[in-house]
């Protein structure tokens, strides 16, 4: 099914801020030395918060001035480099829980291409995060947190590899690296409880590769069973001091995964509350409603969501409303809701923002409809201004199917 608003028709996709398995590798603790100033732990929570909020350009500002008044820090180009991957996932509208429901999504290949001037920024922001780590560990090479700083980069540069480029080998290359770190630390230091996030999201993400891949996981030394992760992730959304919500991020879509849907609603309902701003976690909400069967009020939140685009609020605005109202109307006539989706499918062939395979699409949907409630002659016509655009998805076979039935009655 599809996710309103996102625009990727055939899957239901909940918002996680996915690349969302993979998205809270960016995110370390703050401890040790000098690297655990609580000034510094105060303004950079604000910035996660932001980022939560979806307030990207605001997180970047605050994490520009950190990264002025901390020029040694590792932490500051790390979350100005996580902030151009999110930035590129909202552009892809792939920032959304369910993509990593299905097994094809760590495996399967994209035609998008990250802009180049954004592309070199990410990378050249993320060089000099592990270029201010290698200089801790110069000093003490059993620094823990030069370690963990290095291995939330790589596990950076793991998620950017599984998530923009859709490259396996090269995000297990860099996993391998985080994790490896990640291990040494809390073998060292059991109490090291954020690093057990970055722990887990490795060792689940490995254990669900589906058994046609595991000949790359074998081939890059990867390790790793669902469980084991599920435990870490726990643990660090548990007793983790900086990455609790992170933590929780992760833990949700793991429990959609994993069909644990109660779980999944009570997170998803306390992250929308903490994040006001964000148009995203109504949305996980409203899609696990709907995946632990209460349809009715899984229809009001998408409904309300739907409202707040229209009123264009901070945040919501980013989502486009002629593929949120089509994926809507999709969802509607999945769950049953007839006039409902035919109001919606109507109003995305009224708009003329409505890109033209959703539009197609709505024709199709809208004479489907019309056929089941007895209209054959609109329905027909409907069928017809499928046929005279543009093929998309098989539509036109879908219309022909349909004609056919038509005339057949």
Known sequence: MPEPGLGKTGSVKICGIC??????????????????????????????????NMDYDQAERNFAALEKDYPQHPAPPL???????????????????????????????????????????????????????????????????????????????????ITIDHHLRE????????YSYARQL?????????????????????????????????????????????????????????????????????????????????????????????????????????????????ISLFLEIEKRIEKREPNFDKLPLPSYRFNLGTELLYMGKLDLAREHFKRSIDDPETPEREKALSHLHLGQILSWQGQTAEAAKECKVVLSLKDVDGSHDEARKLLNKINKR
């Open 19 to 52: 690349g969302v398995i993979s998205i809270v590798l960016f995110f370390p603790s703050l401890q040790a030395r000098n690297l655990r100033d609580p000034r510094f732990m105060t303004r950079a929570e604000a910035g996660f918060d932001e980022i939560f």
């Open 79 to 161: 979350y100005r480099a996580s902030i151009q991957w999110l930035k590129e996932m909202q552009r892809r509208q792939d920032l959304s829980l369910n993509r990593f429901l299905t097994a094809t999504y760590f495996s399967s290949k994209t035609n998008e291409v990250m802009p180049p001037q954004e592309r070199t920024e990410f990378f050249d922001e993320i060089q000099q995060s592990e270029a201010l780590s290698r200089a801790i560990l110069q000093k003490d090479r059993r620094d823990k947190d030069g370690r963990y700083f290095l291995a939330t980069a790589y596990g950076l540069r793991a998620s950017f590899a």
């Open 171 to 178: 995000a297990f290359n860099y996993g391998n690296k985080a």
């Open 186 to 298: 809390t073998e060292e230091d059991p109490q090291y409880y954020d690093a057990y996030l970055t722990l887990g999201i490795y060792e689940y993400t490995v254990g669900s590769i589906p058994w046609y891949m595991r000949w790359m996981i074998y081939i890059v030394g990867a390790r790793g069973s669902k469980q084991e992760g599920l435990d870490h992730i726990k643990l660090a959304s548990e007793k983790g001091q900086y990455v609790k919500d992170q933590a929780k991020l992760v833990s949700m879509v793991l429990d959609a995964r994993e069909h644990r849907y109660a779980d999944g609603l009570a997170l998803a309902s306390n992250l929308s509350t903490r994040f006001p701003r964000s148009c995203l976690f109504p949305i996980n909400l409203a899609q696990l409603l709907q995946l632990d069967g209460r349809k009715e009020e899984s």
